[in-house]
């Protein structure tokens, strides 16, 4: 599978970006998708996740922040990010999720290269 995203940039705090993330392969429909964000010398966290059925849960940091969404036609997740804040500063990328052990796991092991988002104070 290969994980494409984009859309990130500079923004001040307050504003707005959306992210895209296109996967490759024909599975893509059935899968749990979910946006990751890593902070310099911070690990690799979740902080939305979309079901199949496009059942959506949030990281109480990004609550009525973020909206994530899919279009399985086009192979492609969503992040809409608003109110941003400088603590939102991170590369962000897309993988597949699953549960396990009642914990949400990264679905595949390659990442892509992410998209930073910057947001200025």
């Known amino acids: 599978v290969q994980l494409q995203a984009s859309g990130g940039g500079l923004v001040q705090a307050g504003g707005s970006l959306r992210l895209s993330c296109t996967v490759s392969?024909?599975?893509?429909?059935?899968?749990?998708m979910g946006w990751y964000c890593q902070a310099p010398g911070q690990q690799r966290e979740l902080v939305a996740t979309i079901s199949s059925g496009s059942s959506t849960k949030y990281a109480d940091s990004v609550k009525g922040r973020f909206t994530i969404s899919r279009d399985d036609a086009k192979n492609a997740v969503y992040l809409q990010m608003n109110s941003l804040k400088p603590e939102d500063t991170a590369v962000y990328y897309c993988n597949g999720v699953y549960i396990s052990g009642g914990e949400a796991r990264p679905l595949w092991n390659y990442w892509g290269q992410g998209t930073q988002v910057t947001v200025s104070s």
């Open positions: 392969g024909s599975i893509f429909s059935s899968v749990r």
